[in-house]
Every structure is written in C-alpha cells, then in structure tokens.
C-alpha cells in the first residue's frame, strides 16, 4: 500500500491551539488505482465540514469522549465540565449522529 495523497483539513479552534486538523490518506495499489481512504480527525468537536471530510472513508479514527459524571465515578472527581469536553471534544453521541447522516446520504446516493 503506498500513499497516493494526503489531505490535511482544517477543523475548529481548539483551546490555546490556532486549529487542529482531520487528514484524509488516499493509498494505492501497485497497479496506482485507488485502494483505501483513511480518515484521522484531530482532537475537535463537531465543525462545519466534517460530514464532508468523513465522507467515503474506509477506515475512520475520531477520538471521542463519553463523559458521564452522574453514572461513572471517575468523571465525577474529574476536574473538567461538560461544558468544557462539549467545547472542545466530540461525545460519542455527537459522533454516532454524523455517522448515521453519513450513512444514511451514501445509502441514497447509491439508489
């Protein structure tokens, strides 16, 4: 597998960075047609753009936080918000909800 293209994308101004980036790695095969597209996010929150930078990946790797202070004891004695994982970071819900448009918009493409 060989790298055909790497695609940095801006996503949103995350704390005291200025941005931080998603990359989409288009990889190909030996014969140069196109293999598989990889998708890393980089520590965000949802922002415009990334239903379109997820879009036909094949491999997606998002980080994503489950932060729940009323059922998980760990999270309560965190010294963080909801507010803050909100601003700054993308809940596991928050994700599922993109990949589900994702899926739904490839599905009706394909008809």
Do not use: C
């Not at 980089?42 to 936080?65: P, Q």
């Not at 932060?67 to 928050?94: G, L, R, W």
């Amino acid at each position: 597998m060989q790298t055909k293209r790497l695609t940095p994308w801006p996503a949103l101004p995350r704390s005291t960075w200025d941005y931080t980036y998603a990359y989409r790695v288009v990889t190909s095969k030996p014969d140069g047609s196109i293999d598989q597209t990889i998708v890393l996010s980089g520590d965000t929150s949802l922002y415009d753009g990334m239903e379109e930078v997820y879009a036909g990946a094949d491999i997606l790797l998002h980080e994503a936080y489950s932060y729940d202070p009323k059922t998980n004891p760990y999270d309560a004695k965190a010294p963080i918000t909801v507010s803050y994982m909100n601003a700054f970071h993308t809940s596991t819900e928050q994700l599922a909800g993109v990949l589900k448009k994702l899926a739904l918009s490839q599905m009706n493409s394909r008809q």
